[in-house]
């Protein structure tokens, strides 16, 4: 058997003719900035754009460190593929991107209602018609957006995310592995933690079969890393402080079990599509479990979960009216890793939520 290609190098990465299209070249409906939190400490400007024209509104909220670029195959399969189905909205959340980077604490339920105030710009405000799509700490923004807003929601996908850190010593060093990037080791270095935190192994190491411009990259986890160099290089977008604000607002997010029935009996359980892949390494699996046991029953952590590392408890794999995707030996990217299957996964769910609308004579 042929050896695996070694990881392409900080240093070559740049020279390989697909670096400079990692980001697509997908042209927005509308893109502009808006003005928010006027009276939270702002105005802050927040960069959005907005792909297609279709009725079914879909938002794709980014976790931390992501730019709207990173939503781009989602973009591309739905609002470029079906224009006429879909408008697709994608933002930069505060302290990211081409949006603005304020020096002082986030939080997810401020990030949630700069969120809101992007909706009410656009004018999406009918009962029932956003289709809130979040991962990681973009599924915090979303769990507090949905509680801002349930009558508007018609359907949410909460993804690799939680309702609340659980403070274990894996957590604090993944975290620590991301906010390594500021620090002075190698590039090389920095960029495999990540890497390792984000992504299955076989996954990183399969080849790029990723639409290309030029030509592939040997690997998905040299893409990935070409894009990671790419971030890095444009420091107007990608800072350390902001970063780090918003590390803080993921790490003191918290939603009861008791807030997460209300938030599931507000919108509908059956709107409501839990994620997670059981070998997370941002944001361990058990977290993913904690979400889903508050969504469906109202009940919270058994004790059990800082122990196990990968829950085994028997309600996991119980079906509920809360829909979950609980998927074994899947990391954290997992919209990345399966972007087919979480294609059709979102577009069944969207389905059902018009189907309900329609039932409720919406």
């Not at 079990?257 to 058990?286: C, E, Q, W, Y």
Request: charged fraction near 25%; glycine fraction near 8%.
């Amino acid at each position: 058997m042929a050896d695996l290609p070694k990881p392409m190098t900080a240093e070559e990465l740049p020279k390989h003719p697909e670096y400079e299209h990692t980001i697509w070249d997908l042209k927005p409906t509308t893109k502009a900035k808006v003005a928010v939190a006027k009276d939270r400490g702002g105005p802050l400007q927040i960069a959005y754009e907005v792909h297609g024209r279709g009725d079914t509104h879909v938002v794709f909220i980014m976790g931390l460190g992501g730019m709207k670029y990173a939503w781009q195959r989602h973009i591309k399969d739905l609002a470029h593929k079906q224009p006429d189905r879909y408008s697709l909205l994608v933002f930069d959340n505060r302290g990211i991107g081409e949006s603005d980077k304020p020096f002082f604490r986030y939080s997810t339920s401020e990030m949630a209602k700069d969120t809101v105030e992007v909706f009410d710009h656009l004018g999406w405000t009918k009962k029932r018609q956003l289709h809130v799509v979040g991962i990681s700490m973009g599924g915090m923004i979303a769990q507090e957006v949905a509680a801002l807003i349930p009558e508007r929601i018609c359907t949410l996908s909460l993804v690799s995310t939680a309702s609340q850190i659980f403070r274990t010593n894996g957590f604090v060093q993944n975290l620590a592995n991301r906010v390594n990037l500021f620090l002075p080791k190698s590039l090389d270095t920095q960029i495999a933690n990540v890497k390792t935190n984000l992504y299955t192994e076989a996954w990183l190491k399969a080849p790029d079969t990723l639409e290309h411009v030029v030509q592939p990259f040997p690997t998905n986890g040299d893409r990935f890393a070409a894009n990671e160099l790419w971030k890095r290089s444009h420091p107007e977008y990608f800072q350390k402080g902001g970063f780090i604000l918003q590390a803080i607002a993921a790490g003191w997010h918290y939603k009861s079990p008791a807030d997460l029935l209300k938030l599931a009996n507000d919108i509908g359980k059956k709107r409501i599509m839990v994620v997670h892949g059981t070998n997370d390494r941002m944001i361990s699996f058990p977290h993913g479990v904690v979400l889903w046991r508050g969504l469906e029953r109202g009940e919270g952590k058994t004790g059990k979960e800082n122990w196990l590392g990968i829950e085994e408890e028997s309600d996991i794999w119980e079906e509920g009216e809360v829909e979950k995707r609980f998927i074994k030996g899947q990391g954290h990217v997992l919209p990345i890793e399966m972007r087919d299957e979480f294609t059709a996964w979102l577009e069944n769910l969207f389905e059902r939520g018009r189907q309900l609308n329609e039932q409720e004579g919406i």
